[in-house]
């Protein structure tokens, strides 16, 4: 494909103008993918994505190796019966395999699910015995209750771990990492051994057990209480058989994660300012570290099996479903492993809307969709299975990103921004094949400026959209069974904060000054949706919201625990930064013990177990 053929030049806004991108920009994103368009033509694609029955004709005669070992001949045509996976083609004239995938097109979606379930910011989901922040302990008591009263789903946020340095990420969409965990999740009393030196840990404890009563998530202090208590334990660590099984599994994309962590403790986060040996992962001085200091990057490794094992315990309850990010820190371990594939001059986010006049730019590099497809979508693949590892599901944050990013060059305005098309029809047939090996429910949230026939591609391959009850024109009752229902996001403000308008009040303090009308246009909804006066009580808001919205015909129904709590502030403010406000910090105004109790918490559980109660095994 040539530049014309990745790159528009021109877009249109959601009220339908026509926008174009400044010359400038297209120049400098014709650069930043590094097009050779003098190169002759390869002789074959990079790789084969294929729908389970589908014929496809051969360049010429080939061997194909299928996942499970066996080898097939194939001379003109591809076997219409090939199993689904991903297996290696190589034509007699080729020194190089070619990756097959075959893909069953749809997404795994059993007949006739209807569950509803909690959305949780783990961080905010304290317990009496938890250490400054919610944890996966917390999860599974979390888990196990909301089975009992009815829920076949938890949505959790993003997982994804930040860059083991002070101070600690807050955002959970900045992540360092999409593949792999961040320790601050950890139960430490559940890691092995703990137990036995509870005596030599109670200081550490204690400490923490004391951001539990502070409003605001500290999770640099945090970070330092529960690190010194991890490295006690590890160094008590003597091996463990499911340990071993772990490294092996996770291999070398483990190996460049937890190396990366090594060397960002010891050299900072931000690896483009390494010793220049240490910046490539596959350079000999990095081979040489991994040797000098193999027991720390063991003990990063560590961390993370431990993670895994925690969150497959809190999996056992109902259906997890994760919360995948859109990018990722360019400064971070993936963007180390991967550097090769990603335009690090430039930066994704979001052309001028309604809600948006300036645009948003969220700081993370792209990939590369050439280069992606030239890697056979290795990073694509790796890390689709890492957010439904021991997960039902997961809600792919800008499922548009599937289909075209916004990228924006460095130091531009978002409204100087062009949109780059990737590869979707193949992304979302790896998508496919992912989640029936799963068993895993995809939700792709579909907000914001739709191209084309988006979401029929969507509805097509079994992947539920996302209907917001702020935003949408028509009641809950109308909504397709294809669709995650929700009455707010945590991008939006929580009932609690829109009816009581403390939130229009936090906007206007921190020089947002939104619009009156934006703004009163989800309270009337809501006001006309459960019938309510105006100057109802919040209560009578939240509890009306959530007898509208389980009147969907949706799959799938979400309640937020901040308004379970009837918590007036959201957990993000899109537009402001650490200096303005705590985004992400904010913990919920009652323990998890005390959320679990409280009558409001049974009412919106009862509400929503009445159409939406889980059956058994789904």
């Not at 783990?122 to 250490?131: E, F, H, K, P």
């Not at 703990?194 to 500290?218: C, K, Q, T, Y």
Request: glycine letters at 8%; hydrophobic letters at 45%; charged letters at 20%.
């Amino acid at each position: 494909m040539g530049a014309e053929e990745w790159i528009s030049d021109s877009y249109y806004d959601a009220l339908g103008g026509q926008h174009f991108a400044p010359r400038s920009t297209i120049a400098a994103i014709r650069l930043a993918m590094g097009l050779d368009e003098s190169a002759p033509e390869p002789k074959y694609p990079p790789v084969y994505v294929i729908r389970a029955g589908h014929e496809l004709s051969l360049a010429a005669p080939a061997e194909i190796q299928l996942e499970d070992g066996a080898t097939l001949r194939a001379t003109d045509r591809l076997p219409g019966d090939l199993p689904l996976g991903y297996h290696q083609l190589r034509y007699d004239d080729a020194a190089a395999s070619i990756p097959l995938i075959i893909s069953p097109g749809k997404c795994y979606l059993p007949d006739g699910l209807k569950l509803w379930g909690w959305v949780a910011q783990l961080y905010s989901v304290r317990s009496q015995a938890s250490w400054g922040i919610g944890d996966l302990a917390d999860l599974e008591q979390l888990a196990r209750w909301s089975a009992g009263q009815g829920a076949g789903l938890l949505v959790v946020n993003p997982l994804s771990a930040p860059a083991p340095v002070l101070p600690q990420e807050a955002s959970p969409y900045y992540p360092s990492s999409r593949r792999y965990r961040n320790p601050l999740y950890l139960c430490v009393d559940r890691v092995p051994g703990a137990a036995e030196v509870a005596d030599a840990l109670a200081p550490l404890a204690r400490e923490a057990h004391l951001l539990n009563h502070v409003s605001r998530i500290d999770r640099d202090a945090i970070y330092r209480l529960k690190l010194l208590a991890l490295e006690k334990l590890f160094a008590r660590f003597t091996g463990d058989a499911d340990f071993d099984r772990y490294l092996a599994e996770q291999g070398t994309a483990l190996t460049e994660f937890s190396t990366y962590c090594a060397l960002a403790e010891r050299h900072g986060a931000y690896w483009p300012q390494w010793p220049t040996e240490l910046r490539h992962p596959t350079s000999a001085a990095v081979a040489e570290f991994q040797r000098a200091a193999a027991e720390r990057v063991r003990f990063h490794a560590w961390l993370q099996w431990l993670l895994d094992s925690q969150l497959r315990e809190a999996g056992r309850h109902l259906r997890l479903m994760s919360d995948l990010p859109i990018g990722c820190d360019i400064s971070g371990a993936d963007a180390w492993a991967w550097q090769d594939m990603i335009a690090a001059d430039m930066q994704i986010g979001a052309p001028p809307d309604l809600y948006n006049t300036a645009g948003q730019c969220w700081g993370m590099p792209p990939i590369i969709p050439h280069k992606l497809r030239q890697a056979g979508y290795r990073p694509f693949i790796e890390t689709i299975r890492a957010s439904l590892r021991h997960s039902g599901g997961v809600r792919i944050d800008h499922i548009l990103g599937f289909f075209r990013l916004f990228w924006i060059p460095q130091g531009a305005p978002a409204s100087d921004g062009a949109y780059v098309s990737y590869p979707a029809e193949e992304l979302l047939d790896i998508l496919a094949l992912e989640s029936v090996r799963a068993g895993a429910v995809i939700v792709g949230e579909d907000l914001g400026t739709v191209g084309g026939d988006v979401r029929q591609w969507l509805a097509e391959r079994r992947l539920l959209s996302y209907r917001v009850l702020y935003f949408e024109p028509e009641p809950p009752r109308n909504y397709p069974y294809l669709s995650l229902a929700t009455v707010s996001t945590h991008d939006l403000p929580t009932v609690a904060g829109l009816w009581s308008g403390a939130d229009a009040e936090d906007q206007v303090q921190l020089g947002i000054n939104p619009s009156a009308d934006l703004m009163e246009r989800p309270r009337e909804q809501l006001a006309r949706l459960g019938g309510l006066a105006h100057n109802a009580p919040v209560d009578d808001a939240i509890l009306a919201a959530h007898r509208a919205l389980a009147e969907a015909p949706s799959a799938l129904i979400t309640a937020t625990l901040e308004d379970a709590a009837a918590q007036a502030e959201r957990p993000n403010m899109p537009g402001t930064v650490a200096a303005q406000r705590p985004n992400w910090s904010i913990a919920l105004p009652l323990s998890l013990e005390q959320l679990l109790a409280a009558p409001r918490t049974k009412e919106i559980a009862a509400a929503l177990t009445q159409t939406h109660g889980a059956p058994p095994n789904n």
